[in-house]
């Protein structure tokens, strides 16, 4: 049975609970207002997309449905289409209501940008609205809890960085790369260029993380 600080959870919130840790865009829904309390949640058809891809993530079947040298997923949508917030601050948030001892590390262009998401991500685990239905599962270290860097009684961790500081020997089992482009000012106005090649951010994936 369920329980929060070892105190049963009504049937209602248990039932609510289960449902929301197997469905992504239910969960999305339900914990924007802790992001967004003011601005509502537009919801598209690009983002029922990119949540059944992720969900092929949390069960490790990208090889299984795509072919033994996938490596990862690449989504490029426009800006301001709620891509951070749904791969790098949600679906993380999410995946640790069903797989706590999960480990993730996330890295930007810019550490400032790294930082914030890390700090989102937290505040929706750290929410009432959050512990009243998985605090039993997802509960932090006391330990290890900043804002760059937390793990949780299961030993799952989140570490976030910049690319520039890649934390070489820390690994995990999903790596995020959110942005990683550098803008700079060109003669007709701001273009943006990537820190580092494709190949080698994929060869992060299979040396510096477990298979």
Same mark, same amino acid.
């Given at each position: 049975m369920s329980t929060i600080n070892d105190t049963p959870l009504p049937t209602s919130l248990r039932i609510q609970a289960e449902r929301l840790k197997r469905d992504l865009p239910a969960f999305v829904k339900a914990a924007w207002p802790i992001l967004e309390p003011v601005t509502p949640l537009l919801w598209n058809w690009h983002l029922d997309l990119?949540?059944?891809?992720?969900?092929?993530? %949390?069960? $490790?079947?990208? &090889?299984?449905?795509?072919?033994?040298?996938?490596?990862?997923?690449?989504?490029?949508?426009p800006p301001r289409t709620m891509k951070s917030l749904l791969?790098?601050?949600?679906?993380?948030?999410?995946?640790?209501t069903s797989d706590p001892?999960?480990?993730?590390?996330?890295?930007?262009?810019?550490?400032?940008?790294?930082?914030?998401?890390?700090?989102?991500?937290?505040?929706?685990?750290?929410?009432?609205?959050?512990?009243?239905?998985?605090?039993?599962?997802?509960?932090?270290? %006391?330990? $290890?809890?900043? &804002?760059?860097?937390y793990e949780n009684s299961a030993r799952g961790s989140m570490l976030a960085t910049a690319m520039g500081a890649l934390a070489t020997g820390f690994g995990g089992d999903v790596l995020v790369f959110d942005d990683p482009l550098v803008e700079r000012i060109c003669g007709v106005g701001h273009c943006y260029l990537p820190l580092y090649r494709l190949d080698y951010l994929m060869s992060l994936c299979r040396t510096g993380l477990p298979a």
């Open positions: 990119i949540c059944e891809y992720l969900s092929l993530v %949390k069960e $490790q079947r990208l &090889k299984e449905m795509f072919g033994a040298d996938c490596e990862g997923i690449i989504f490029n949508v791969i790098t601050v949600m679906f993380p948030a999410w995946l640790w001892a999960r480990r993730w590390m996330f890295a930007s262009y810019a550490e400032k940008l790294s930082t914030q998401h890390s700090v989102y991500r937290r505040n929706i685990m750290r929410h009432p609205w959050y512990q009243e239905r998985w605090g039993h599962t997802v509960r932090f270290s %006391k330990d $290890q809890n900043q &804002k760059t860097q």
